[in-house]
């Protein structure tokens, strides 16, 4: 018997089909999706790879054997390793790169060799073998390779190879899997709070990153580095923190808490109204045919979705198949998340992005197994190891977190779309704002389009005021809240009611402007303008997190007109206070929910302390219930249009939309005041008469003109280094290198090379070119092609990675 395997870890030179014999021994364990070890080239250590194909004959001679297999459950179904090929040729990645993003970090191996010594005595060693030799004898004769390193504080491979070669010592492989490690690595901090603020305050610290950890770690006492990881910290910087004293580490014995943060809310199905029955209706007669279909259900906030997601998995259910639901982000759905709990009670598996490794490990398991039929999560939950799929439903469809940002950049979408191909099954995309690409496919008959156009509760939609906020500066107002929404708040103030304001933008200010010289304050390592964050009185990068104290004058002519511009969630927390002192505010944005439980906490005191206003980012406009609240402001409503985007005019319409669709959900009217410096542009006015129709037919005509997606299809190549002429002129020698192959670019228009809108990120900089087509296939050659061409030797000192249709064109 022999198999055709993946290597583990290796770069796209290897990444290849390679085969091995399987040992009599071990043909009982071997089967497709299981991992095992095997010998490769030079190294002593055995390599990890994953089984693609078991076979009974091999065209190669002189293969090697595996040594051991690892898995008895196989970790990739049948339909992932389909999967995994497709992936290789649609996003230009290895089979390594797309099998990783699969599996959690839980199955990883961690190894531990052993040094052991052989008996007898050996006379032809040198000293420095002898010594090693010695050590590990003292040690009962048995040593791990990590603990004699650290002993001896020298590399000690040569030594050992050495010492084996001379048969004195033998090299004992053994791994276990990360998440079934007893003890997980925790920090805490090492220095006193107040020692650490004083540091931040002469501006000795000046990375907002390690200010966070701190502020995370002063918090709650400890954290497991995971989980920091998973808050976008890396190991590089608590490496960094440990080493300057401002943290340690130590070995904590594992805690497994389960899911069990949300409020689980158990309803019976309910009897569907009569549009939630058309749509049933027409998802049932899809599945009952048993082929792949798309479906886009196009329902208005509060139309009654969640409980026709709810009703079609019961359905696939009884037919004795399996269904994924996705969900941008659970911390920011919970309700829509608890409610299916509830429904589907043991048979559901939640994977939550800040569950620790061990936690995510366990309910892949508990999926795996067979041990549950319904998963529910953010992106990666599309690989879920679920056999059988019936129905893949993926809710508020036209969220742009459902791209990678990593390699490879993947879409779950496309990734869904090939998944219930495989499977024959439906996919169900739900939106109240679709996408201008899958709406165009809907209009265009390419897939089954459902409407829903009322809202379950017969409640009419939020009222919307425009304000135009020119007319009000020129009215002499003070700040940005129009005298309308000042209005608005009181009066909802005296009803006892609650209200949202929502500015796209976190910190105080977009930035800091001398108004005598005209300096900006920009960051040192990205091309972008620092945000004044008030409440520290700091200087912050959004790019890298590179932070400063605010000067006290002008760094260049010296004078003392240095002054905030823009508007911030913290500069909008102020005004309210300062202009209403009788209110209190609370604010949510990515500082005020750091940590384990940070969006719930926020949200639990507004609602249980019945705070008056909440200040947030669009974080707080994805599909919560705010029973009371009644009013919605939305401030600089325009502030994404010329961003240079080509989604910007989409990106305005769903915010908009959605953030009026948090007014006034439980039987009590809403308002939303809705200000803008310019009110004309087509996604506000469409907006404002909560128009979908009028904004996609506008949109799909600008798109058709500017040959955008639909139309056509963005390929993106990036060069980013350290050295900035390097990076121009690689880009440069790429952009002829492909305008010579017609073969290659035939049809394909393509940009000249130039810098990135962000022409420099963390000190790097980035050229970019841009190619557009109609077809995705056409595109993928061309960067398949520059992926092996520029990502080897002679190329170190810059990085080309290649996406196609990124989410965002910075
Ligand atoms: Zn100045
Ligand atoms: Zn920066």
Redesign the pocket.
Known sequence: MFVSVIIANSTREYDIFYDYIVPGNLEALVQPGVRVLVPFGTGRRLREAFVMEVKQESEYKELKQISQVIDEIPVLTPDLITLSRYMKKRYVCTYDLAIRCMLPSGLALLYSDEAVVNAGTFENLTPEEKKIFDIIADHGGRLKIDKLREIIQMPVEKLLNGLENKGAVKIVNSFQFKANAKTVKVAYPAVESDVFQELVRDNSIKSQNYIRIMEILYDEGAVAVNELNMLGFSNTVLKNMENKGYISFIEEPVERNPVGELDVVVTEPKTPTSEQKKALDVIREKIESGAFHEILLHGITGSGKTEVYMQVIADILKKGKNAIMLVPEIGLTPQMVSQLMGRFKDNIAVIHSRLSMGERYDQWKKIRNGEVRVVVGARSAIFAPLPDIGIIIIDEEHESSYKSDRTPKYDARTIAAARCKIHNAVLLYGSATPSVENYWRARTGKITLVEMKERTNKNPLPQIIPVDMREEMDRGARNELSSVLIRELRKNKEAGEQAILFINRRGYSNFILCRKCGFIAM????S?S?TWHRPENRLV??????SSVLPGNCPICKSDKLQPFGLGTQKVEEVVSSTEPGFSVIRMDFDTTAGKRGHQAVLETFRKQKIDVMVGTQMVAKGHDFPDVTLVGILSADSLLGSGDFRAGERTFQLITQAAGRAGRAGKHGRVVLQAYNLEDYSIQAAIRQDYHEFFSHEIKLRYELKLPPFYQFGLILVTGKDKEKVQKLAERIHIDITRKPELNHGVLISAPAPSPVSK??GSYRWRILLKHQSIKRLGSILEWVNDSYNKKGYKDCTVSVDINPANMV
């Open positions: 960051c040192p390592y990205c972008v620092l990068c959004h790019y890298c997190s590179y990120i963390k």
